[in-house]
């Protein structure tokens, strides 16, 4: 959908635009809250585009703020959106918004942080969001601990975090946030966001992930377990596994013989399967 047919259809939605909305409630982004609003239609809609069907069970979106991926979820044909907002001063544009289209946009007024997602809605549940960047990791790292819960997760992050989040064995930017997320989800990183894209603008770019649980984890182990294996290994990635290990209190060296692992490596040259072996040696 062409950014011109986007602000048709928000025209014939009889709403005022994102900017007029924002200016007439005086809703300033709160850099203690990690707001940066995006104006850009076309983005929107790209991100609701890319989060797929929308028509049966729950969208949820975190963050909403003056709710301008809100309406581009609503106008792509969510069946019904709930939209998780701490800052009250936006509760009115997101109800004027829920007056456009009835029933099928609820707001929940509470810290995204203290939401249990998983039960909120019907199924299928679906994230969709442009996170705050203060605590998009660490919300992010709660819904990946539940992959059973959710059809997918899609969302803004920045540019940084998505490309730690896709990272090969190997690279710069494989670690602990990239095992997480591939063990037991598929990541897939979309398009880029450029900092201009956003009022205010951030010191940093962004891109778009999205991310669908695998069929089966890539390889068994117990999720806590692997977990502290691979904290412990990323945690001195520059020393080889056998020093960087030795912080789980014991000799690592049996450990990684029986996983067939050369403790000589280091951790980022580990594949996700290798770090679940070393997760089962140390569970047994």
């Known amino acids: 959908m062409s950014s011109g047919t986007q602000r048709a259809a928000l025209a014939a939605d009889g709403l005022p635009p994102l900017r007029s909305v924002v200016e007439r409630d005086g809703l300033l982004a709160r850099k203690s809250l990690g707001q940066h609003f995006l104006f850009d239609l076309n983005l929107t809609g790209r991100i609701a585009a890319a989060a797929g069907e929308l028509s049966a069970g729950t969208t949820i979106e975190v963050g909403p703020g003056p709710g301008g991926l809100t309406r581009a979820l609503l106008s792509h044909g ?7 907002e701490r800052d009250r001063r936006f509760l009115s544009a997101l109800d004027e918004i829920a007056g456009r289209y009835p029933g099928r946009l609820a707001v929940l007024e509470a810290d995204a942080l203290d939401v249990d ?16 960047y203060n ?9 990946l601990a539940r992959p059973e819960a959710f059809e997918s997760v899609t969302v803004m992050l920045q540019k940084e975090v998505v490309e730690r989040i896709v990272a090969a064995p190997g690279s710069e930017a494989y670690g602990r946030l990239a095992v997480a997320a591939q063990w037991r989800w598929n990541p897939r990183r979309l398009f880029e966001v450029p900092a201009s894209a956003f009022v205010p603008p951030p010191r940093v770019a962004s891109a778009v992930v999205r991310m669908a649980p695998r069929a089966a984890p890539l390889a068994p182990a117990e999720p806590a377990t692997l977990e502290r294996v691979v904290a412990a290994a990323f945690g001195q990635r520059r020393k080889m596994l056998r020093s960087a290990l030795r912080s789980l209190g014991e000799d690592p060296v049996p450990r990684l013989l029986a996983a067939g692992i050369d403790g000589d490596r280091r951790a980022e040259t580990l594949s996700i399967e290798e770090f679940c072996a070393l997760a089962r040696a140390y569970a047994g």
């Open 78 to 84: 969510a069946r019904a959106v709930v939209a998780v």
């Open 117 to 132: 997602a998983h039960a909120i809605g019907e199924a299928p549940r679906r994230i969709v969001a442009n996170l705050p």
């Open 135 to 143: 605590v998009g990791t660490r919300l992010l790292l709660e819904w």
